[in-house]
């Protein structure tokens, strides 16, 4: 038998060993010869797909130059080049119809694509993939609005989002009113963000998350920058860098990662001379830099006074002047050179700079990474009413978690794992491995989860184990065996430390209506480096019908609503919850309480069970603020962890003097009762407004009660979420006092 057990373990090493060596040579492959890889067999596309491998390929991938031309003539196929030593060429099929196609932007290897009608298309030139976006609310053939729109493309590196903007003007160009409109790759239908006065005088650029444009007031020259923030999808205004005067022409550009603004003189009259550079110092984001003064060559007539792309590519600045010539100026020897980009093409071009990727146009690769506790766990059912807290330890000195068996992960260790995330995902797949975590062994059964470098899988525990289990706390045990497991990839300290202090809350609170973490290890593993990198295997139990977030979408399209006793029984146990985190010495806020976090139980004859769960946002809940410095820096959190619905006033805007405490949560509860009621959280309706703000309608207050049920919840409902919705935090309740008048209504 010890035999057959040794036999087993070499060739799981062996297909690690293998594993570790291909990973490396697939780094070391343009991602041209990866698209084509991914072909070769289940195995090489399951690497290949890895959201962490696409990532690091992308980060070690070179910028390139890619000249965009379209041959009207030509109704089948587009022409682009690439601009470097290898002059590949993409002949590509034309994704859309239209001839008229033109590029709107370039991100991560994506091509934004967009023709006169308005229709948007994203484009993979590496790997061929396309997609075709939902025609946006009003495009250029409304009758509503001009034809002055234009969109770009973006990625917000926090949550791991493709967005694709648009802005539009309205009818009556002089009323310079700029509505947005978003659309986030993965989503079924675009989003109206809000309106601003000012038009566009170009068409922006997207820079770390953020796109940025310049606009000016009716007929007056360029007088600020605005800037859109993809991650809280929210403008701000940026204010001209100080100059003597700005009687040349403006646009912005992005250069060795920054934000640069572009400064040419001349105009109509006289044919533009030089061009200055000024560039954004990211830390503060109100320093400008001077950057670079460029002599432009005598070939741009006066009617094309502004150049038409400016990039930056291996150190040299590359200015495209008419339709057809590169300007490449080199500062590091001051030398400049007019290049005659593809004389043999008879169409106009335009020139990106692009990276050969492939990244894939799907959602689910590009979904948060740092905030594992988004990952919901759902499946199976609860397992018990009541769940004790187990003695754990400290992470360090717990039991260590394995894959397979223990005499494989010793093999394993000594010989170092290479990305072994691979590896899980792979046996997740195909029905097969299993893990250990301290001394209990579990069955993988499928993956139900993903969340950036979270997977979450359905397990079941091997027999003998469960009765171990079972015989050192009933309350660690599930009556089928089947649990829910996260496994968090780890690849640096903070998210090390991010993942021991949501084990650490988590172990803190012992009480029904509480996710419990039922068990947990973080084990280290070896990187292809020959770094130690960790992994974390945390232990839940699973649950069949969702959260109060699912159920609403249900019950919404059915136009169905909770019975006022049901709403006030499930709000009652969410209180009851949360007052348990609020009794601790320090008082714990979870500062993200909303409907997505509620796990709910439908139980026959009873009303429904409902948990509160994800405890990675949940910190002490007393804060002293006494510095603009410390107020920001609270923002700032808040903006990364707490849920924008549902976030309190005094997070959006904190004033320099403030004390902040657990009614920070009192705000959030009360935006839950009323989803748990209206199926929507309370300001959401800001976001279908024209010009509407979301930060206003909450720092505001600005309630409206939508249609209910019939009859109609009653009024002391109303006043009730009115009292917890209260801008100054003084003014709310304490949970206590909640929990005393949900008491009283029940009672009436």
Known sequence: MGGKKAKTVERNDHRLLCSDVLTEVFHRLPARTLASCRLVCKSWMSELTDPHFVHEHLKRSQQKLLLFANDKANDRSLAMVLADDTGATYQLTRPMASRSLFVHNSCNGLLCLGDSTGAVQLLNPTTGESATLPMPMYTAGSSQFSSCNWHCLGFCPSTKEHKVVHFYLGAHFDSFNVCCEIFTIGDKSWRQIGSFHGAPTDRGVHVNGAVYYLTK??????????????????????????????????????????????????????????????????????????????????????????????????????????????????????????????????????????????????????????????????????????????????????????????????????????????????????????????????????QIGEGGFAFVYLVREHQASADAARGRSPSLASEDGTYAMKKVLIQSKEQLDLVKEEIRVSSLFNHPNLLPLLDHAIIAVKSQQGDWNHEAYLLFPVYIDGTLF?????????????????????????????????????????????????????????????????????????????????????????????????RAPELWDCPSHADIDERTDIWSLGCTLYAIMYNVSPFEYALGESGGSLQLAIVNCTLKWPAGPSPPYPDALHQFITWMLQPQPAMRPHIDDIILHVEKLMEK
Not at 405 to 414: F, L, M, Q
Request: glycine share 8%; with cysteine; proline share 6%.
């Open 550 to 646: 699912d159920n609403a979408k249900v019950m919404q399209s059915r136009k169905e609503f909770y019975s006022t006793i049901d709403v006030l029984r499930i709000f009652q146990q969410l209180c009851e919850g949360l007052k348990h985190m609020h009794s601790f010495d320090p008082p714990y806020a979870h500062n993200d309480v909303k409907t997505g976090n509620v796990l709910i139980t439908h139980r026959k004859g009873q009303a429904p069970l409902a948990t509160l769960m994800d405890f990675g946002s949940a910190r002490p809940a007393r804060k002293e603020i006494r510095s603009r410095s410390e107020a920001l820096r609270l923002q700032e959190w808040a903006a990364e962890h707490c849920s924008a619905p549902y």
């Open 217 to 446: 007031f009716r007929y007056i020259a360029s007088s600020r920058i605005n800037c859109l923030n993809l991650e809280g999808e929210n403008f701000d205004v940026m204010t001209l860098p100080p100059r003597k005067s700005y009687g040349g022409h403006c646009s912005l550009a992005e250069l060795e990662g920054k934000l640069c603004l572009l400064v040419v003189e001349g105009g109509h009259d006289n044919p533009p001379r030089t061009m200055d550079i000024l560039m954004l110092d990211s830390g503060d984001k109100t320093t400008w830099t001077h950057r670079y003064h460029i002599s432009l060559p005598w070939l741009m007539p006066s009617c094309y006074f502004t150049p038409k792309h400016t990039l930056f590519h291996e150190g040299k600045i590359w200015v495209q002047l008419l339709a057809r010539n590169l300007y490449c100026y080199d500062p590091s020897s001051s030398s400049d050179e007019l290049k005659m980009a593809c004389p043999e093409s008879e169409f106009p071009f335009s020139t990106h700079t692009f990276i050969e990727s492939i990244v894939p146009l799907r959602k689910d690769y590009f979904i948060k990474q740092i905030h594992y506790s988004d990952v919901l766990l759902i499946l199976g059912r609860q397992l018990h009413p009541k769940y004790g807290k187990p003695n754990r330890g400290s992470p360090e000195t717990r039991g260590r978690g394995r894959r397979s068996s223990p005499a494989a992960s010793e093999g394993r260790e000594g010989m170092g794992c290479s990305i072994s995330g691979l590896n899980a995902l792979y046996d997740a797949a195909t029905g097969g491995g299993d893990v250990w975590i301290n001394e209990r062994r579990f069955r993988v059964l499928r």
